[in-house]
């Protein structure tokens, strides 16, 4: 008989559970977020930019710091970064204001935007990720 520990993460409810909430407060966060800062069909999506932003940059320093904590914080790394910053960033809202922004006849703005998402993302979250790693790496050199 196999106990609960055994079984891979994906065939635990807890963990379930665990992304659920996450992704239920991400996806309240990016929410508010967009009724704050609304977007008219055709104009620049301030909101989804944001919210893609920040999680393109919020998501590798998480993942670097629970790297180095290895299997006990695993909890908080299905928490924080599937569910709450999955259910935060969105790039199916991305995909169809880019499409909006040409349907609109605005394909320089779509260009741009999605230019400044994918590439914006790739920096911030290569930037993130490299500078959690050098924090890491002094901390554990300072103690």
């Known amino acids: 008989m196999s106990h609960s520990s055994n079984r891979p993460l994906h065939l635990r409810p807890r963990y379930w559970a665990l992304v659920g909430a996450g992704g239920a407060v991400g996806t309240a966060l990016r929410a508010g977020i967009a009724h704050a800062v609304p977007t008219d069909p055709g104009t620049w999506p301030w909101a989804t930019l944001t919210v893609n932003l920040v999680g393109a940059f919020v998501l590798p320093a998480l993942l ?13 790394r299905l928490t924080l970064g ?3 910053l999955g259910g ?6 991305f995909a169809v204001e880019s499409v909006g922004l040409l349907r609109a006849g605005r394909a320089g ?5 999605v ?5 914006g993302g790739f ?3 290569m ?6 790693a050098r924090a890491i790496h002094h901390a554990r050199q300072a103690r």
């Open 82 to 84: 599937t569910g709450l």
């Open 115 to 119: 230019a400044l998402t994918v590439l």
């Open 127 to 132: 930037l993130s990720a490299s500078g959690a």
């Open 109 to 113: 703005l779509a260009l741009a935007y």
């Open 64 to 76: 670097e710091v629970i790297a180095g904590l290895q299997h006990r914080f695993v909890a908080w």
């Open 88 to 93: 935060f960033t969105t790039y199916s809202a």
């Open 123 to 125: 920096m911030l979250a």
